[in-house]
């Protein structure tokens, strides 16, 4: 089975981002400025445009926001996963990712709108880098 899809590192803005994730630390940004929760990571404050940006660790913790079930993918490196997730995730610190829900017996029925999830990290096949995820709390 193929790697799945990673970004093509060294990544310009979100490099810090994925260093991070090696020591399963999540981290999103907030401005100096006006106080905006930035997330992706970024060179500059989507409230304001400054570039004055601080670097924040998350307690992981977080709802789910909303999220829909892929029950086949046929791209060689998900063919053989079986039903997933794709999930947005509001975080306690004020931000939304996009991420999966894993660690449920059965995604189509066991994960719910609200539900209170927690971030761990998993190593994609080959790649030095490892991926957030949640699970339930
Ligand atoms: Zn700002």
Redesign the pocket.
């Known amino acids: 089975m193929p790697d799945r899809p990673m970004p093509a590192f060294p990544e310009l803005d979100t490099q810090a981002y994925w260093d991070a994730t090696k020591d399963k630390k999540l981290i999103y940004q907030q ?1 100096s ?2 106080n ?1 929760v930035v997330f992706t990571p970024r060179a500059h ?1 989507t ?4 570039d004055n940006l601080k670097t924040l660790q998350s307690k992981g913790e977080g709802t789910v926001y909303t999220f829909s079930v892929v029950r086949q993918n046929r791209q060689p490196a998900f063919a053989e996963m079986g039903a997933y997730s794709i999930a947005y995730i509001d975080l306690d610190e004020g931000f939304r990712m996009l991420s999966t829900v894993v660690g449920v017996k059965d995604p189509t029925t066991d994960i719910e709108v609200g539900m209170r999830v927690k971030v761990d990290f998993e190593r994609q096949d080959s790649s030095e880098y490892l991926v957030p995820v949640f699970r339930p709390a």
Do not use: H, L, P
């Not at 409230?47 to 400054?50: D, W």
């Open positions: 401005c400025a006006c905006t404050c409230g304001c445009g400054s």
